[in-house]
């Protein structure tokens, strides 16, 4: 037992076959087929052709044809980041934009200064499209994409790897009982599963492809491999592994890191070990634990950086300035990351509720998505917690950590049918939960039951039935 946590008491007896059938691996495999199935049964038709935003596709495509850029145009002009070559008179080629995060009249190259550029300067002007979102999705695809090319269907592989994930969160709830860290029962994990993989934004997420959602299924992987890999420090490298490709799938991952910081220094002394760091002497294994983990991580951060130096001249640079989309003004403005965002991400997170009507189609739902509340109901027993778990600080310093940049983020997750950037958290919640020690009443199994219908909803009618979703400015701030 640790020191400040309450002893775990015996786990709930549990459903007799269901317990059985759970302890198998057979039963995983049920499980598997059942998220599934869920998931391709609220794809449908999506399911017959890869979707419009294939970026990840296109990526590695480029990759196996020894390319960092898109050989063409893009299928469409959604986030896609676009560079403009200039050719002028006098010889010199420069590579930027023209006025879309300054004034229209000046060029600002990949480096240096801006300048203004007359047409009459310019001998020829062409572009080059690059995907700016982080990479690592499109490396899984890769071995895939070989095979099929620019035909890989990105909606059924974001289906058949998001199966897997709530398979993956049973196991590490399963792990914290052995460590003593969960009280629960089998029957009480297959719950809070259920309620990630079909009671969360995590549902409609897994049955689009495209770009954006096969992002969070991915990462959604990574963080339980972190989260498994950090409790008492026991991996590092492979919780250096996956945060550092949980950076290179979704950026916020990259700032994952004081749980296994937090576990690391735990092991290596506690308190007294952390007196000891701060008088400049660590604790015996501490150092170890820190660049085993750091390296890995360390190593995916450096591949990252040179991968946008040699697209776009800057190690920092991912490309998003240089999309072309309707909010450049607010960043030209603001720049991506401002306290100026937070009040309309707050909003968007914990409470924008959707339109009720007297009349079809009843309900709409903005196209900034609905509070956590709504989606995510359960959420609620976050703060009725009865044990006090060691977790509990680790756990809520690291949501913190990888909250604040997106809640600091020029856009809000806008086209969504909920709050999708909790998925970045969403994992720890979950185990908070499990290491609360509150029972798992029907009251607490009914929201998990409200969460499945509403999340239900949005992935069957999210992106198909435009009827029920509605646009407006919504934010005080309009579109700036």
């Given at each position: 037992?640790?020191?400040?946590?309450?002893?775990?008491?015996?786990?709930?007896?549990?459903?007799?076959?269901?317990?059985?059938?759970?302890?198998?691996?057979?039963?995983?495999?049920?499980?598997?087929?059942?998220?599934?199935?869920?998931?391709?049964?609220?794809?449908?038709?999506?399911?017959?052709?890869?979707?419009?935003?294939?970026?990840?596709?296109?990526?590695?495509?480029?990759?196996?044809?020894?390319?960092?850029?898109?050989?063409?145009?893009?299928?469409?002009?959604?986030?896609?980041?676009?560079?403009?070559?200039?050719?002028?008179?006098?010889?010199?080629?420069?590579?930027?934009?023209?006025?879309?995060?300054?004034?229209?009249?000046?060029?600002?190259?990949?480096?240096?200064?801006?300048?203004?550029?007359?047409?009459?300067?310019?001998?020829?002007?062409?572009?080059?499209?690059?995907?700016?979102?982080?990479?690592?999705?499109?490396?899984?695809?890769?071995?895939?994409?070989?095979?099929?090319?620019?035909?890989?269907?990105?909606?059924?592989?974001?289906?058949l790897w998001a199966a897997a994930n709530?398979?993956?969160?049973?196991?590490?709830?399963?792990?914290?009982?052995?460590?003593?860290?969960?009280?629960?029962?089998?029957?009480?994990?297959?719950?809070?599963?259920?309620?990630?993989?079909?009671?969360?934004?995590?549902?409609y997420c897994s049955v689009l492809g495209?770009?954006?959602?096969?992002?969070?299924?991915?990462?959604?992987?990574?963080?339980?491999?972190?989260?498994?890999?950090?409790?008492?420090?026991?991996?590092?490298?492979?919780?250096?592994?996956?945060?550092?490709?949980?950076?290179?799938?979704?950026?916020?991952?990259?700032?994952?890191?004081?749980?296994?910081?937090?576990?690391?220094?735990?092991?290596?002394?506690?308190?007294?070990?952390?007196?000891?760091?701060?008088?400049?002497?660590?604790?015996?294994?501490?150092?170890?634990?820190?660049?085993?983990?750091?390296?890995?991580?360390?190593?995916?951060?450096?591949?990252?950086?040179?991968?946008?130096?040699?697209?776009?001249?800057?190690?920092?640079?991912?490309?998003?300035?240089?999309?072309?989309?309707?909010?450049?003004?607010r960043i030209q403005k603001w720049g991506?990351?401002?306290?100026?965002?937070?009040?309309?991400?707050?909003?968007?997170?914990?409470?924008?509720?959707?339109?009720?009507?007297?009349?079809?189609?009843?309900?709409?739902?903005?196209?900034?998505?609905?509070?956590?509340?709504?989606?995510?109901?359960?959420?609620?027993?976050?703060?009725?917690?009865?044990?006090?778990?060691?977790?509990?600080?680790?756990?809520?310093?690291?949501?913190?950590?990888?909250?604040?940049?997106?809640?600091?983020?020029?856009?809000?997750?806008?086209?969504?049918?909920?709050?999708?950037?909790?998925?970045?958290?969403?994992?720890?919640?979950?185990?908070?939960?499990?290491?609360?020690?509150?029972?798992?009443?029907?009251?607490?199994?009914?929201?998990?039951?409200?969460?499945?219908?509403?999340?239900?909803?949005?992935?069957?009618?999210?992106?198909?039935?435009?009827?029920?979703?509605?646009?407006?400015?919504?934010?005080?701030?309009?579109?700036?």
């Amino acid at each position: 037992m640790n020191d400040g946590e309450a002893p775990a008491s015996p786990p709930a007896p549990a459903a007799g076959w269901v317990a059985r059938l759970l302890a198998s691996r057979k039963g995983l495999v049920v499980l598997y087929l059942a998220f599934l199935g869920a998931y391709l049964g609220a794809s449908g038709a999506r399911l017959r052709q890869h979707s419009l935003y294939n970026h990840f596709v296109y990526l590695a495509d480029g990759w196996l044809h020894g390319r960092l850029a898109l050989a063409g145009n893009p299928p469409n002009e959604n986030d896609w980041a676009k560079v403009d070559v200039l050719k002028l008179h006098d010889g010199r080629e420069l590579r930027g934009m023209f006025g879309r995060t300054g004034p229209i009249d000046r060029f600002y190259p990949l480096r240096g200064p801006s300048e203004e550029i007359t047409p009459d300067e310019i001998a020829s002007r062409t572009s080059i499209r690059y995907v700016s979102f982080p990479p690592f999705p499109a490396v899984v695809m890769a071995p895939f994409v070989a095979v099929w090319g620019l035909r890989f269907n990105d909606v059924l592989f974001t289906a058949l790897w998001a199966a897997a994930n709530p398979v993956l969160l049973f196991l590490l709830l399963r792990h914290l009982r052995r460590k003593g860290l969960s009280a629960r029962s089998d029957v009480d994990d297959l719950w809070l599963t259920a309620a990630f993989g079909v009671g969360s934004v995590y549902y409609y997420c897994s049955v689009l492809g495209q770009v954006w959602y096969t992002a969070h299924v991915v990462a959604t992987t990574l963080v339980i491999g972190y989260l498994w890999a950090s409790l008492d420090a026991a991996r590092p490298v492979l919780a250096g592994l996956c945060c550092g490709f949980g950076f290179a799938t979704r950026t916020p991952l990259g700032f994952i890191f004081p749980l296994f910081v937090w576990e690391a220094v735990r092991v290596s002394g506690g308190v007294e070990g952390l007196r000891g760091v701060l008088r400049g002497k660590l604790p015996p294994g501490l150092l170890g634990r820190l660049v085993r983990f750091g390296l890995p991580a360390g190593a995916i951060l450096v591949g990252v950086l040179v991968l946008n130096y040699a697209r776009f001249e800057r190690p920092t640079e991912f490309g998003h300035k240089f999309l072309n989309v309707l909010w450049l003004e607010r960043i030209q403005k603001w720049g991506l990351f401002n306290y100026h965002f937070l009040s309309r991400n707050l909003s968007c997170a914990l409470t924008l509720a959707p339109r009720v009507l007297t009349s079809w189609p009843y309900v709409k739902v903005s196209d900034y998505g609905m509070s956590l509340l709504i989606t995510s109901p359960y959420l609620v027993y976050l703060a009725m917690s009865k044990v006090r778990t060691r977790l509990a600080a680790p756990l809520w310093l690291t949501i913190a950590a990888a909250a604040l940049p997106t809640l600091l983020y020029q856009n809000s997750g806008y086209i969504q049918f909920g709050y999708r950037f909790s998925l970045d958290f969403m994992i720890f919640f979950i185990v908070l939960l499990a290491a609360g020690g509150r029972r798992v009443s029907w009251m607490w199994k009914g929201l998990i039951v409200a969460a499945f219908v509403v999340n239900l909803f949005g992935a069957i009618t999210f992106d198909r039935w435009r009827e029920f979703y509605y646009d407006d400015t919504f934010f005080p701030h309009g579109n700036n």
